[in-house]
């Protein structure tokens, strides 16, 4: 476990990003640099997820990982899903499209749990949610190390408690889903005008740096710090500041190997800033400011994946003003770089910060 | 300007912290210690603010800073104010208090302006917006070094445009009040059933990090980083990141210096987490998550400071679960100090943080 990380020449890790963006290419020329890159097998037939483990061990003889979705508690409420798709009608047509199915699937996890087993993928890690612990055990004596995605103490303390070998501490900082156990949900203000009396529970909205500090108080294990990071001084502070390594996502958005649309990459650079929000999957999620998600996040359920397929057609209609444009914090520092490039240009940035921080507090 | 933070022994300012708990007797512990201590001018009348600076005076012969609350539009929705007093009517009944009356003033703003001018304050720092450019002259040609909280790129910019010497880049971590310029109206689900075209904007929920990495970027002023620091090594990651020093508040918190409240201290350690709200004060803060904030947060209006007086009476009550317990999302590790022992323990922490990190990256 902690030699995964340890023996990483550059304690750098690729976020898996799912949607078609983390390719083999990508993840092989980050672990070919010294990082750690991650496959991404959420949305992917299992059978595809097998082309690209198959295509990236092509690429690479060095570890990687892969990163599966756990199957949550598919019990929504029905009518709010109802009332949402009613609303979305009028985004269906302006799109010509017809609003998906919104149903409730597991993305896999039996197939995908089997695929990583039999091919004993180096590193396997979980999102919104950890595992039982029989299904760690037999990943840890097949020989992966287990990762775990958390994002508060209590999350972790689960994760230890199953028999994780590393977590992933993600900060609301970062890009895509909130790897949040729950989907509770949100605060509402229809609820709460109601109920004077109504408790609504504040999102968990831990920053990656108090977060971290939380996580590694509450548990010994090695923690990948997540969210926002946007260069090697970013890189070099979550290191200072107590992690095992630093996980980026949004920077290898900009490399020639990611499957980046073209109109997400543009976006990067010229949208203003980015939202934590449930509009176009169920689940909340920080992407760029645009207009879908400005008129739809004040009132879409939490019903994950139910949304997710319910916006399918009209996310892919090509619109960026439509389009679920994943982003973290950092998004204004990425630039075309290729992944190689990038992981060496990290380090040797994290490596001048700790030095011009270093002398002044000497 | 820089001189006063280059002339730090350590690079960790305490945050003003209005209501009673920045203290002469802790400002002067800080910048004695070798920090940056601050006086918090918010909610005092000019009469008690001069108190304090001659008392701080009385106390130490170092440089310390004042914070003073800058006045912003209040043009508010009377209506959604009325509807909120009318919900609290049930609070102030529970608590045996009448609510306070829902007043637009400005703290005092031309009189505090006029003695931070005549006392010669070393530092002047301004919270919820940036006066004019005229202002900040004024101060600057008098001595003072000026510094801006800002929340954003754009309010960076703003600040480095009026004259500030320094920037504080404050995250969505920190407790208290966001120093946002403006006070936008929440996401409203109300509103957004209502119209299914209307834009709800977002609200602001920079990091620590990327905040930093974009203020930075966008000025060249020496920028203090805040929000949801915990430790000596989280003072070394902002200053990897970039920061020219560190603000810390909630761990001041738990020194015997601060007026911090028996109750408050005591939830610190004991509250699970923290959450923004406008239902204390109708301006966004952070505090730590009890009844009164469940209760009201989703529905609470952007009116301040009428909420803020509208409250007070029930704040006052002694109830934990009413009383606006601003906390950062560090609060857990807050621990009982005195200041100077906090200081230094941050230096020897920061240093001891710096050479591990710069061990693992050799």
């Known amino acids: 476990?902690?030699?995964?990380?340890?023996?990483?020449?550059?304690?750098?890790?690729?976020?898996?990003?799912?949607?078609?963006?983390?390719?083999?290419?990508?993840?092989?020329?980050?672990?070919?640099?010294?990082?750690?890159?991650?496959?991404?097998?959420?949305?992917?037939?299992?059978?595809?997820?097998?082309?690209?483990?198959?295509?990236?061990?092509?690429?690479?003889?060095?570890p990687f990982g892969v990163n599966i979705f756990v199957p949550g508690d598919t019990a929504v409420d029905e009518s709010a899903v109802d009332r949402y798709a009613a609303r979305l009608t009028a985004e269906a047509h302006r799109y010509g499209v017809y609003l998906g199915d919104a149903i409730a699937d597991d993305d896999g996890w039996a197939a995908k749990l089997d695929l990583v087993l039999a091919e004993r993928v180096p590193v396997v890690s979980f999102t919104f949610g950890c595992p039982d612990a029989d299904v760690l055990a037999r990943l840890r004596e097949n020989g992966s190390t287990v990762v775990v995605t958390v994002t508060s103490a209590a999350e972790a303390r689960l994760a230890a408690a199953a028999g994780a070998d590393v977590l992933c501490a993600q900060g609301q900082e970062a890009g895509g889903h909130r790897g949040t156990f729950d989907n509770p949900p949100a605060e509402s203000s229809v609820a709460a005008e109601l109920d004077p009396d109504a408790d609504s529970a504040p999102r968990n909205d831990m920053g990656v740096l108090p977060l971290l500090r939380e996580v590694t108080s509450a548990v010994s294990l090695p923690v990948v710090a997540a969210g926002g990071l946007g260069s090697g001084a970013d890189v070099a502070a979550v290191l200072v500041a107590g992690a095992a390594a630093a996980q980026l996502g949004t920077l290898f958005l900009g490399c020639p190997e990611a499957g980046t649309k073209p109109a997400h990459r543009a976006a990067l650079t010229e949208a203003a800033g980015t939202a934590v929000t449930r509009a176009f999957t169920g689940r909340p999620a920080r992407g760029l400011v645009n207009r879908f998600l400005r008129q739809h996040s004040a009132v879409a359920p939490a019903a994950y994946p139910h949304v997710h397929h319910l916006t399918k057609s009209i996310r892919a209609a090509g619109d960026p003003e439509a389009m679920s444009l994943w982003a973290g914090q950092g998004h204004h520092f990425v630039r075309e770089l290729p992944a190689a490039d990038l992981v060496r240009q990290l380090a040797a940035d994290a490596r001048s910060a700790l030095a011009a921080a270093t002398r002044r507090m000497l």
């Open 1 to 62: 476990v902690v030699s995964v990380l340890d023996e990483l020449v550059v304690p750098v890790v690729a976020a898996p990003m799912a949607g078609g963006i983390s390719t083999p290419e990508l993840v092989a020329a980050v672990s070919e640099a010294g990082g750690l890159g991650f496959l991404a097998a959420g949305y992917l037939t299992p059978d595809a997820v097998r082309d690209q483990l198959h295509a990236t061990r092509a690429l690479t003889g060095k």
